[in-house]
């Protein structure tokens, strides 16, 4: 992987993780001020916007490491990082998958299995990311 992949993996987590980390705490965490309210906080709503706007950007960085860095080492049986990898690697398509079924249901049931699949699958993917990035590098890499 390139240090541009990389650089853009990494920026795209930090947008769509923290922008669905704040929208989870908005949504499901804030009290709203008002007792009427639809929204428990006001800028619940631009915050879920910017995270669907910047989810396909994770998308995106996640298919363009895909080939190099992902599968490669999942074929070659690569050790160092390789349950964290692999955690990532399972996680990728629920996550993703229940984002965009999420916003196209129509019944009450879905939406809350999907917004439950998605929630589940985002914050395991967030903390295998972190922990991922944080565990100590292997001595053999990996030539691309």
Known sequence: MTRGEAWWQHAANALVGGTGLV?????YL?????EFSVVNHPWQPDVQHLHVLTA???VFASGLIWRDHV???????FRPRRKLGLALFALLVPM???GYLLQVATS???R???AWTHLVTSLAWTAAYVAH???PRGAGRLIA
């Open 23 to 27: 929208y989870a705490w908005m949504r």
């Open 30 to 34: 804030a009290e709203p001020a008002d």
């Open 56 to 58: 396909p950007l994770l």
């Open 71 to 77: 599968w490669k080492r999942v074929r070659s049986g």
């Open 96 to 98: 993703i998958a229940s």
């Open 108 to 110: 009450d049931g879905w």
């Open 112 to 114: 809350d299995a999907w």
């Open 133 to 135: 990035q944080l565990a």
